[in-house]
């Protein structure tokens, strides 16, 4: 009689015993797990974050700097032109020259030894340096650190005041 086949007890593979084979499959599986840390750790959160697969450029920075720090550097100056000084701190300029510029109000800037910084989009930290006036922007954080390229900020510099929503009945 014939023997009836089961696929339950059917018998299990022995594994290779040529080590050629095995290395290379060693190898397809390394270079798997490669590939998948290059997209899960790499390309992903760049897509996720600046919707490119390559990461933070300087230029990525200039919108949040033209729109949150140069009426900050505004404010600033202007405390300087009418008090001969730059603020020892943010609190001696910030309500009557930063209300001016913004309506949301500035809250975690600060300014030491005529640097005056924050945390911007991405959380990186943005200083504006008065004392350099030739190249005052720099960044350092998680994605970019480095200069950026903008022109110093001066009384005539026009800017876009950041504004809360307002709310319509």
Same mark, same amino acid.
């Given at each position: 009689?014939?023997?009836?086949?089961?696929?339950?007890?059917?018998?299990?593979?022995?594994?290779?015993?040529?080590?050629?084979?095995?290395?290379?499959?060693?190898?397809?599986?390394?270079?798997?797990?490669?590939?998948?840390? #290059?997209?899960?750790?790499?390309?992903?959160?760049? =897509?996720?974050? *600046? @919707?490119?697969? +390559?990461?933070?450029?300087?230029?990525?920075?200039?919108?949040?700097?033209?729109?949150?720090?140069?009426?900050?550097?505004?404010?600033?100056?202007?405390?300087?032109?009418?008090?001969?000084? #730059?603020?020892?701190?943010?609190?001696?300029?910030? =309500?009557?020259? *930063? @209300?001016?510029? +913004?309506?949301?109000?500035?809250?975690?800037?600060?300014?030491?030894?005529?640097?005056?910084?924050?945390?911007?989009?991405?959380?990186?930290?943005?200083?504006?340096?008065?004392?350099?006036?030739?190249?005052?922007?720099?960044?350092?954080?998680?994605?970019?650190?480095?200069?950026?390229?903008?022109?110093?900020?001066?009384?005539?510099?026009?800017?876009?005041?950041?504004?809360?929503?307002?709310?319509?009945?």
């Amino acid at each position: 009689m014939a023997e009836v086949l089961s696929y339950r007890s059917a018998p299990k593979r022995p594994p290779p015993k040529d080590p050629k084979w095995t290395a290379k499959r060693v190898a397809y599986y390394f270079a798997l797990l490669g590939w998948f840390c #290059l997209i899960a750790f790499w390309a992903g959160p760049n =897509v996720w974050l *600046f @919707g490119r697969v +390559t990461g933070m450029r300087e230029s990525d920075l200039h919108e949040n700097v033209k729109q949150r720090f140069v009426p900050a550097i505004r404010a600033v100056l202007e405390y300087q032109r009418d008090f001969g000084a #730059l603020p020892d701190n943010s609190w001696n300029a910030k =309500v009557v020259y *930063f @209300g001016k510029y +913004t309506q949301v109000g500035w809250g975690g800037e600060h300014i030491r030894n005529g640097v005056l910084s924050d945390y911007g989009r991405y959380n990186q930290c943005i200083s504006y340096d008065f004392s350099h006036p030739e190249a005052p922007w720099t960044t350092w954080g998680a994605f970019y650190n480095g200069p950026i390229n903008l022109p110093p900020v001066t009384l005539d510099t026009p800017f876009e005041p950041t504004t809360r929503p307002t709310k319509t009945n």
